[in-house]
T-cell receptor, first 111, second 113 residues
Framework: SQQGEEDPQALSIQEGENATMNCSYKTSINNLQWYRQNSGRGLVHLILIRSNEREKHSGRLRVTLDTSKKSSSLLITASRAADTASYFCATDAGTGNQFYFGTGTSLTVIP | EADIYQTPRYLVIGTGKKITLECSQTMGHDKMYWYQQDPGMELHLIHYSYGVNSTEKGDLSSESTVSRIRTEHFPLTLESARPSHTSQYLC????????????FGSGTRLTVV
């Protein structure tokens, strides 16, 4: 399966700390994306990184991509209680058309 | 806020009933998708469409069907619901060009009793 696997499955941190989540995948990709899902809701697109990019920033988010290791990481700096959610990575298996989602990391930020 | 709408938000129905989950988007996206997600689990692609009159099955076998008669509308139908269909169904759309993220609806949580 091309589906990404996030690590850890669950993460609990204090407000103000940084949170790092990792994603590993199996085959070559064109793009990798990160999404956030609040409990019982749809997913919200956070950031897309292309296979020829190594790092990308968006506000408090920093995404890195290592295609040689087939892995990506999402760093949330100075976390807030509102960041509590599940975070998913999605990869396109080189097609650029369909994206395959991993099992997600459940992040809890304690006020 | 995302311009993609799913109705109903919650649905509880009896076994054997026919149901249609609605999904509409106002962004003019050609590509639309249906995912199934059990609580705390990954998303599985069950159907997708790249434009009007184009529909394909995804990786997860599903007893549902879809139609795409209008660009903005991508309904999913279960002819005879079963308890095994209990799940959350998420609709998404995206630009035609590669390199764009998906916009998701809020989902329909279906319970078949």
């Amino acid at each position: 399966s091309q589906q990404g696997e996030e690590d850890p499955q669950a993460l609990s941190i204090q407000e103000g700390e940084n949170a790092t989540m990792n994603c590993s995948y199996k085959t070559s990709i064109n793009n990798l994306q990160w999404y956030r899902q609040n409990s019982g809701r749809g997913l919200v697109h956070l950031i897309l990184i292309r296979s020829n990019e190594r790092e990308k920033h968006s506000g408090r988010l920093r995404v890195t991509l290592d295609t040689s290791k087939k892995s990506s990481s999402l760093l949330i700096t100075a976390s807030r209680a509102a960041d509590t959610a599940s975070y998913f990575c999605a990869t396109d298996a080189g097609t650029g058309n369909q994206f395959y989602f991993g099992t997600g990391t459940s992040l809890t930020v304690i006020p | 806020e995302a311009d993609i709408y799913q109705t109903p938000r919650y649905l509880v129905i009896g076994t054997g009933k026919k149901i249609t989950l609605e999904c509409s988007q106002t962004m003019g996206h050609d590509k639309m998708y249906w995912y199934q997600q059990d609580p705390g689990m990954e998303l599985h692609l069950i159907h997708y469409s790249y434009g009007v009159n184009s529909t394909e099955k995804g990786d997860l076998s599903s007893e549902s069907t879809v139609s795409r008669i209008r660009t903005e509308h991508f309904p999913l139908t279960l002819e005879s619901a079963r308890p095994s269909h209990t799940s959350q169904y998420l609709c998404a759309s995206s630009e035609s060009l590669q390199g764009y993220g998906y916009t998701f609806g809020s989902g329909t949580r279906l319970t078949v009793v």
